[in-house]
Each structure stands twice: as C-alpha cells, then as structure tokens.
C-alpha cells in the first residue's frame, strides 16, 4: 500500500519514472545493492527515530551508522529508534521499505551530510521491493528540502 502512496506522489512532481520495482526484496542497504549493481555507500537509507515522541527519519549513506554522540549533540537526546513493530503505523512504510516520501503527517525527514559524497543515490521507495534512482537536488526537491546534519560516520563495508 506504502508503495502506491510513493507512486502516486513521484507521479504528481512528474517523476514516475525515477522508481523501479523489483522482483526480489531491497529490504536491506546490501540486498538493494545487489539488486541495482551499484556500492553499498551509494543507498540512500532511511532511518525512524523518536525524539520526545515526534517521529524524524534521516536519510544518509548506505556505509554509515549513527554516531551516538553526534545525534545527542544535535537532538539533545539519546537516540531511541521507532520500534520495529511500529514503525509502519508511525511512519508510513513498512520496515526494509521506509523512505522519506509520501510519509505520514508529523515525520520531519533529516538528510546527513554522508550523502553529499554522491551526485546521485538509491534511496527505497515505500515497500520491500521498490527503489528510486535520484540526483541530491531531487532528493532534497522531493523531500521538501530538509535540514542537512550532520550525525553518522563512515562504518567498513565489505564488498
């Protein structure tokens, strides 16, 4: 269902044509990888965060991980992760399939600064098998141009 309302929404800024749907899931930074035939780092994942119980995502680089002292500096707060179990009430889309599109009201979308690495990246769109090919400009167009920060750091990825 996530996915249509997605669908829906590309359609209606006349960019349908950036999402593709896959057979096989995308549920994970190296599954989409995979799937696409591109490096981990150049996924565009999207975590659920609450922070005093308003839900936020943050999309960053498929090769990061939050920094703990780097989300506590900027949300004055430990970071606490929407639970799995209700991440698709809260936010909109399932887990393996959350993106920073057609989300529910009152989800602020974060975008990190491990993304300006790329001109273009991989971010999911909405379920478990879809994706949406994007330059940053359109990422930051469709995301209602978000506040970048800064609150991950590079983790080793294996290729």
């Not at 669908?7 to 960019?15: Q, R, V």
């Not at 044509?17 to 930074?29: G, H, R, S, Y």
């Not at 981990?40 to 995502?57: G, H, W, Y």
């Amino acid at each position: 269902m996530a996915f249509y309302k997605v669908k829906e929404f590309f359609k209606s800024k006349g960019m349908e044509d950036k999402l593709a749907v896959f057979d096989i899931p995308c549920d994970t930074v190296t599954h989409a990888a995979e799937n696409i035939g591109c490096a981990e780092q150049r996924i565009a994942k999207t975590m659920s965060f609450l922070v005093e119980d308003r839900p936020v995502v943050i999309v960053c680089a498929g090769d990061t991980k939050i920094s703990n002292r780097k989300y506590k500096d900027f949300f004055h707060t430990k970071a606490k992760m929407v639970p799995f179990e209700s991440v698709e009430e809260i936010i909109g889309h399932e887990p393996g399939g959350v993106c920073p599109f057609a989300l529910n009201d009152g989800v602020t979308v974060y975008l990190d600064e491990s993304l300006h690495r790329f001109e273009d990246v991989y971010p999911a769109s909405g379920d478990i098998y879809s994706i949406s090919h994007l330059t940053i400009e359109e990422l930051e167009y469709l995301t209602n141009n978000p506040e970048w920060i800064d609150v991950c750091e590079i983790r080793e990825v294996t290729q």
